[in-house]
Nanobody, 127 residues
Framework: QVWLVESGGGLVQAGGSLSLSCAAS????????VGWFRQVPGEEREFVAA????????YYADSVKGRFTISRDSAENTVYLQMKSLKYEDTAVYYC????????????????????WGQGTQVTVSS
């Protein structure tokens, strides 16, 4: 079992920055990869970014590449998503998720591959 708690969401103006956190517990932190996804009401949950178990590899959706940075801190058992140059279309509920199946350096954008999910945090970007 992995418990994930997101925090850091809020209201920000377009062009601004925000940093999300995903605090993990329950299993050894290095035993799972972590992804960030987002969802707008009425739409499917979409991939945003992922980081491998060992933190060496990351992968981003084209829509956020160059603006978002994912990282993990094993001392804090936390994964971060730093977001800058935010756009109105980044408005969504952001979820982090844990994938226990990947080897240490792999990442996945496949929503169905993730085993555990947090409750989400709302990010609203005003235009």
């Amino acid at each position: 079992q992995v418990w994930l708690v997101e925090s850091g969401g809020g209201l920000v103006q377009a062009g601004g920055s925000l940093s999300l956190s995903c605090a993990a517990s329950g299993r050894t932190f290095s035993s799972f990869a972590v992804g960030w996804f987002r969802q707008v009401p009425g739409e499917e949950r979409e991939f945003v970014a992922a980081v491998s178990r060992n933190g060496e590899n990351t992968y981003y959706a084209d829509s956020v590449k160059g603006r978002f940075t994912i990282s993990r801190d094993s001392a804090e058992n936390t994964v971060y998503l730093q977001m800058k140059s935010l756009k109105y279309e980044d408005t969504a509920v952001y979820y982090c998720a844990a994938d226990l199946s990947l080897t240490s350096s792999r990442v996945s954008a496949n929503r169905g591959a993730y085993d555990y999910w947090g409750q989400g945090t709302q990010v609203t970007v005003s235009s």
